[in-house]
């Protein structure tokens, strides 16, 4: 167990974790005005950092954020920021933000502020694994551009309080037609009549990029996948599970306080959640044998 400070990067310095500091007038702290993302890195494997990087420069600009560096030199400064804090499994969390001004709504400083930091990634247990969570539905009082991984994230802070003070592990958000669109931190998909279902992508939900690995791996797998709205309602709803960077796949067992299927993570899940842990586990051991090259 590691028990030293965190090393963060911080607008071109690296600093430890206490000592680094943004001013109170940073536009991430008054309007919550920046994007965000978190990656992570097995054994010093980042899982996916190219989709991630991409993913965090299209949010910047749908919020005309200017990225204060390339993709290439990100990446460089994620793999740095990791052998600081080497966490065996550790998450990579980036925060870009409009930079301080005087408060107002529309002001457009020229420095942005851009954090880089790492955290061990605490995986879900063997328990959560193997047994799954439960889940509850809320109605979507998101804004319209969930498509962007933007810091403000208010709605989302009280749908998981409401899922704790209830019970749960994650709550998912219902459009007005009843469509189950995504959690309040995570994707969602089903089984349903044994095709795999999830919400397609669009403004109404974050693309995650556990998602896109996952039907990555289910086409690999010859699992049939729709992507289209679906309603936890359909009576021929077999299975449910929820992705993200943090949870990789994750059975989701009740729902509303209703079982899912007989309760117990279904066999689609289960070839899913194996294929992601052997995807890891081949990450893991490209890593070791770089490492032993000394490349
Ligand atoms: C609203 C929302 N949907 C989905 C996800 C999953 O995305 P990813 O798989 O890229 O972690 C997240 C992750 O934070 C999220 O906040």
Redesign the pocket.
């Known amino acids: 167990m590691r028990t030293t400070e965190p090393i963060v990067w911080l607008n071109g310095v690296f600093l430890p974790l206490s000592q680094a500091c943004v001013p109170v007038e940073d536009r991430g702290f008054q309007f919550a005005d920046g994007v965000y ?2 990656i ?1 890195c097995f054994g010093g494997a980042f899982l ?1 950092l190219e ?2 990087l991409a ?1 965090l420069e299209r949010s910047a600009r749908a919020l005309e954020i200017p990225l204060p560096l390339s993709r290439d030199k990100l990446a460089l400064l994620c793999r740095e920021v990791y052998a600081r804090n080497p966490w065996p499994e550790a998450m990579i969390y980036i925060q870009l933000t409009r930079g301080a001004a005087p408060r107002a709504h529309a002001a457009s400083p020229t420095n942005p502020t851009l954090l880089i930091m790492a955290r061990a990634l605490c995986l879900a247990d063997g328990q959560r694994l193997a047994k799954g969570v439960a889940g509850i539905t809320l109605a979507d009082i ?1 804004w319209r551009r ?1 498509d962007i ?1 933007s810091i403000a ?1 208010l709605a ?1 802070v009280l749908a998981r309080r409401e899922a704790e003070r209830r019970g749960a592990y994650e709550a998912f ?1 219902l459009d007005e037609h009843g469509h189950l669109l ?6 969602a998909f089903a089984v349903i009549g044994g095709v795999l279902t999830t919400h397609p992508e669009g403004p109404q ?9 996952v039907l990555r791996l289910a086409a690999e797998l010859g699992i049939p996948v729709r992507e289209r709205p679906w309603s936890p309602l359909e009576p021929a709803l077999q299975e449910m599970f929820l ?5 990789l796949v994750l059975p989701v067992v009740k729902l509303d306080g209703r079982l899912i299927g007989n309760g117990r993570p279904g066999p689609i899940t289960r070839k899913l959640q194996e294929a992601m842990h052997a995807f890891i586990a081949e990450l893991r051991s490209r890593a070791r044998a770089r490492a032993a090259r000394g490349s």
């Not at 995504?182 to 994707?187: M, R, V, W």
């Open positions: 993302e978190v992570a996916d989709p991630h993913r998101r969930c991984k994230l989302n958000w995504e959690g309040a931190a995570t994707n939900i974050l693309g995650g990029i556990t998602r896109n690995r992705t993200s960077t943090t949870n």
